[in-house]
C-alpha cells in the first residue's frame, strides 16, 4: 500500500513546466531524502503524481489537502496568480490557526518574486503578507542545477532535516493529553438533576462556567408528547427487525449553543455566530453512519449500482463514494419500506445530536485522540469497521471521524439568519452545495470538531463521504 501522504505539495504547473519537471523532481528528492532520515516511507502529495487518469481532480485535491500534516508552497509569481494555489494556502493557514501551530507551513521560494519583497504590495494581498512573515528556504540558484550537484544534494538533506525537526514537534499546542481532558460528557440526565437539585446558579453563570469546564450546558428534562411514535429516550430498535435495517437511537429534545466561540482554537468564520437553537421534539438517528451492509442490500433490491469501496472492504464499514441523490434515494426507498420517514438530518439535529450536551470543542473534551476517533493519526489509514470507539454521551458511534456525513442544508457561509429551531436552512444559500459533518478518517484532528463544517457540491462523490439517517416523528 503506498504510503500516506503526510505534507501536500502546492504550485503552479507553469512554473514546473518551464523548468523541465524541476518541481516535480524536487518533491521526489525531498520524499526520499526524509524516509533515509526517518527509516520510514514519506510522502508528499502532488496532483501530478497523485490523481489518477480519469479521476475527478478537485476532488482529489481537497482529500489531498486535508490530509496533509503540512503544506510545502513553491513560491513564484504564478503561485500568487493560480486561483488554486491560492485556496490552497487559505485553506491550510485557516487549518493551522485551528491547531495552534504556526509552523506547519513551508515555504520554498523558488522565482524572484517581488509581491513577496514589496511591503507595499503585500498590503494588497494578505496571503503575500502571511506568507513573507515566513522564514523561507531559498532555490532560486538551485532550481537550475542537477539534483547530483554537491550544493543541492546538501541542500536537499538541510530540507529533509528540518521536516524531521517538524514532524517530531507535537502535532498541536494544545493541553498535554489527560484524563480530564478525555473523558466523556456527564450524561444528559444525570447533568440535568445536578442543574435542577442545585436549583441556585443563574443559568448565564453556568454556561459559563461549563465552557470553561467542559461541562455539559443545562437542558430541559425529557418529556415524550402523546403524539411521539417513538420509542422512549434512548431506545435502540429497527424499524424491521432485519440485519439490512439500520439501527436507530431516540434523541431527547432540548436546547443548545450551536457553533464556536471565536477564542477556540480551531474556530472559523462559518461557525459563527454562536446561537441557541431549541428542539422541540424527539428525533431518532442512526447509532451508526450508514454501512456497505444496509445500502448493498438497497442496492440489490432496487437494482442500483452499488458505489466503490477503494479495495478497503464492505461489510461493516461506512458506504462511501455517495452524494446527496444516492443517499435520498435510500432514504425514500427505507421510507416506503418501513412506512415511516426517513430524511438527512439538518445541521443543527446532527451538531445538537454530537455534543450530546457538551460545550467543548469535540463530545470527548477540548481534544481527541486516536483512541477516541478514527482520523488521520490512527494508524488504519482508511475507514474503520462502524462502532469501534467509544459512543458518545446519547449513545452514538462515529460522529468523530470515519466519514464525512451528508446534512440537509444548503451551503451558507455563516449562520447569520439560520433557524432557531433545527429545522434544516435550504432558502438564500447556496443550493449547488450541501453542507458535510464530522470528518473522515484522513482528516486532521482540528476538522473534527463538534461545530466544523464544510460545503461541497451535492452530486459529488468520494471515498471519504457518507451519512447517516434520522427519522421524525409522523
Not at 502529495?45 to 508552497?73: C, N, T, V, Y
Not at 507595499?120 to 538551485?142: F, G, H, T
Not at 473523558?183 to 443563574?202: K, L, S, W
Request: glycine share 6%.
Amino acid at each position: 500500500m503506498p504510503a500516506k501522504p503526510v505534507a501536500f505539495l502546492s504550485y503552479a504547473h507553469r512554473d514546473d513546466d518551464y523548468h523541465g519537471g524541476a518541481i516535480t523532481r524536487l518533491r521526489e528528492e525531498l520524499s526520499g531524502a526524509i524516509s533515509v532520515a526517518t527509516g520510514e516511507d514519506f510522502s508528499i502529495f502532488q496532483d501530478r503524481k497523485d490523481i489518477a487518469w480519469g479521476e475527478h481532480w478537485p476532488s482529489k485535491l481537497e482529500q489531498g489537502l486535508e490530509g496533509g500534516r503540512f503544506l510545502i508552497a513553491i513560491l513564484s509569481p504564478s503561485f500568487f496568480r493560480s486561483d488554486y494555489c491560492r485556496k490552497e494556502l487559505s485553506e491550510f493557514l485557516e487549518l493551522e490557526r485551528g491547531t495552534g501551530r504556526n509552523d506547519l507551513i513551508l515555504p520554498i521560494y523558488f522565482v524572484k518574486t517581488r509581491l513577496l519583497e514589496d511591503p507595499a504590495k503585500q498590503d494588497c494581498d494578505p496571503l503575500a503578507k502571511a506568507i513573507s512573515e515566513r522564514q523561507y528556504r531559498d532555490w532560486r540558484d538551485l532550481r537550475h542545477m542537477p539534483f547530483s550537484d554537491h550544493k543541492v544534494r546538501r541542500a536537499l538533506d538541510s530540507l529533509a532535516e528540518e521536516l524531521v525537526q517538524a514532524l517530531e514537534r507535537p502535532e498541536t499546542e494544545m493541553e498535554a493529553s489527560d484524563p480530564a481532558n478525555q473523558h466523556f460528557a456527564t450524561p444528559f440526565a444525570e447533568q440535568v438533576d445536578i442543574y435542577e437539585t442545585g436549583g441556585h446558579e443563574d443559568p448565564a453563570d453556568f454556561a459559563h462556567r461549563a465552557r470553561d469546564e467542559g461541562l455539559m450546558e443545562p437542558q430541559a428534562p425529557f418529556v415524550t408528547t402523546s403524539t411521539s411514535n417513538l420509542p422512549e429516550r434512548g431506545t435502540i430498535f429497527r424499524d424491521i427487525d432485519e440485519p439490512w435495517c439500520p439501527e436507530m437511537i431516540v434523541i431527547p429534545p432540548g436546547s443548545f449553543i450551536m457553533g464556536s466561540p471565536p477564542d477556540e482554537k480551531a474556530h472559523r468564520e462559518e461557525e459563527a455566530p454562536e446561537h441557541r437553537v431549541r428542539i422541540d421534539n424527539p428525533f431518532a438517528l442512526g447509532l451508526y453512519p450508514i454501512t456497505f451492509d444496509e445500502f448493498d442490500h438497497f442496492c440489490i433490491e432496487t437494482a442500483r449500482q452499488k458505489p466503490v469501496d477503494q479495495g478497503w472492504g464492505r461489510g461493516r464499514k461506512p458506504v462511501i463514494n455517495v452524494n446527496v441523490e444516492d443517499a435520498e434515494a435510500y432514504l425514500a426507498w427505507l421510507s416506503e419500506i418501513t412506512r415511516k420517514t426517513y430524511n438527512l438530518p439538518s445541521e443543527a439535529m446532527w451538531e445538537y445530536a454530537c455534543r450530546a450536551g457538551t460545550l467543548t470543542a469535540f463530545s470527548t473534551g477540548k481534544n481527541i485522540t486516536t483512541e477516541q476517533a478514527n482520523f488521520r493519526d490512527t494508524p488504519i489509514n482508511q475507514t474503520a469497521d462502524v462502532g469501534m470507539f467509544p459512543a458518545n454521551s446519547f449513545g452514538l458511534f462515529d460522529m468523530h471521524g470515519n466519514v464525512w456525513e451528508w446534512c440537509a442544508d444548503s451551503w451558507h457561509n455563516t449562520y447569520s439568519g439560520a433557524p432557531l429551531d433545527g429545522t434544516p436552512w435550504q432558502t438564500d444559500g447556496d443550493f449547488d452545495q450541501r453542507v458535510l459533518r464530522g470528518g473522515s478518517s484522513s482528516a486532521q484532528a482540528a476538522w473534527l470538531g463538534s461545530a466544523r463544517r464544510t460545503g461541497r457540491p451535492w452530486s459529488s462523490r468520494n471515498q471519504y463521504r457518507g451519512f447517516r439517517c434520522a427519522r421524525f416523528e409522523q
